[in-house]
């Protein structure tokens, strides 16, 4: 109640059930031929009751019907999480600042406690089905050789236990269901392994030396991993937790008009500053904002600032599809049955190709006003100007929040460049 600093908890729901998978396969294996084996299957599994850790004291929405802390000389009967510059409470009271930002900290259901404060709940759902095959040609002419597909879809409202829920809004867990972060709906690789053959006659000088050579190779191709464009400055979720939202990953909706599809620009997004393009397209992604004096008046009428949480998106965009060849020249020499020469040439990332990292998708929205914007012009709109979404007089003066910059543009890549070693080995 004095505006200090609230206590920041984490605790571990006493009446969690333990979790727990449902696995199921079925696999159909046949050999058409001795060397030849192939081998078709689904695999499957559900998992419930998976640990997610819940903000359990998300700010509440009040209003002048549902106050908090009704009764009291701290009751508050609006939700806000910035403080207007120049502008007052329908009321006719001030703006409050708490710790946390607008009235946040009177509108939790434990006074004193953090919003942010988390409980590891054991309500999560996850699936997972794919679709698996394999062929292989044992070693036969001198030849053997491998390819596998997997076709597969994996899916949750929180992938893998961490200290923050790496969902949307914490309070809606089933809003936040889709890809799991480490999805990869395609994966094909190929193996091989070439015994170089000698015409030299067996156990001679010749056959010692252009003799034992093998070419062994693995290629791997595969769908990137989903991501979400997310926002931790406060321009998403503010009514609940100002600009203090660092829980949860507060998803960036697009805009009206946008698909998934139709906000990508079809570019890697990479070599951005010799003519490349960004992979996504900036005007397609907005803020979901709240209307003043919208949810029923516990918006102040005087505050068009505030945002609540979107629905879904999560994880609906995927990184650049990557792409892997390796390749190992094997020579090997045995004399006298019991010692072994092995030399090996190995080349990794055989042709050199860039496999490229999630592009930009932390965005910094609110960097003009941060908690307290000033009070806008009449019929001015606090959306970006000049990046596509709507304002009106755009680009005139009052824009609240900054375009996405940075957005869909990539600053890493993932594994090393081509890489060529070589090694020698003798075993007694």
């Not at 062929?135 to 899916?155: C, F, N, P, R, W």
């Not at 503010?238 to 829980?247: E, R």
């Not at 996504?280 to 068009?304: Q, R, W, Y």
Request: with cysteine.
């Amino acid at each position: 109640m004095s505006g200090g600093q609230p206590i920041s908890l984490g605790v571990y729901d006493r009446a969690n059930k333990l979790p727990y998978t449902m696995n199921y396969t079925f696999d159909i294996q046949w050999q058409p031929r001795a060397d030849l084996a192939i081998e078709i299957g689904y695999v499957g599994n559900l998992g419930r009751h998976q640990v997610i850790p819940v903000p359990f004291n998300q700010a509440q929405i009040a209003s002048p019907t549902s106050p908090t802390l009704a009764g009291g000389p701290n009751i508050q009967s609006y939700s806000y999480g910035y403080n207007v510059g120049g502008a007052t409470l329908p009321d006719g009271t001030g703006y409050l600042a708490n710790y946390e930002g607008g009235n946040v900290d009177l509108r939790v259901p434990y006074i004193g406690y953090a919003a942010e404060s988390i409980k590891y709940v054991a309500a999560g759902v996850d699936a997972y089905n794919a679709l698996q095959a394999h062929v292989e040609k044992k070693m036969s002419h001198d030849i053997q050789v491998g390819a596998s597909y997997t076709y597969s879809h994996a899916l949750d409202e929180q992938s893998g236990l961490g200290l923050f829920y790496n969902g949307n809004n914490p309070l809606n867990l089933r809003g936040s269901y889709g890809s799991s972060d480490y999805d990869r709906t395609h994966v094909i690789d190929f193996t091989y392994v070439f015994k170089i053959p000698t015409f030299a006659k067996q156990n001679s000088v010749a056959d010692k030396i252009i003799g034992g050579w093998s070419l062994v190779g693995l290629t791997v191709l595969q769908s990137g991993q989903p991501y979400s464009v997310i926002d931790f400055s406060g321009a998403i979720g503010s009514i609940y937790y100002s600009t203090a939202d660092g829980i949860t990953n507060p998803i960036v909706p697009l805009a009206k008009g946008c698909t998934a599809k139709s906000a990508l620009t079809h570019a890697s997004g990479a070599w951005t500053p010799s003519g490349g393009q960004p992979a996504l397209n900036a005007a397609c992604f907005t803020l979901p904002l709240l209307d003043a004096g919208g949810l029923n008046g516990a918006i102040p009428t005087s505050d068009p600032y505030e945002t609540g949480f979107t629905t879904g998106q999560r994880n609906i965009f995927r990184q650049s599809f990557q792409k892997r060849a390796d390749a190992s020249l094997v020579k090997e020499l045995s004399f006298k049955e019991k010692y072994n020469f092995k030399y090996t040439f190995d080349v990794y990332n055989l042709t050199n190709t860039a496999s490229f990292d999630v592009p930009g998708n932390e965005v910094s929205q609110n960097q003009n006003y941060n908690a307290f914007p000033g009070a806008l012009p009449t019929g001015v709109s606090p959306l970006p100007t000049g990046c596509g979404t709507n304002s009106v007089n755009s680009p005139g003066p009052g824009g609240l929040y900054s375009c996405p910059s940075g957005l869909g543009i990539v600053q890493h890549t993932i594994g090393a460049p081509r890489q060529i070693q070589m090694s020698l080995g003798f075993q007694f």
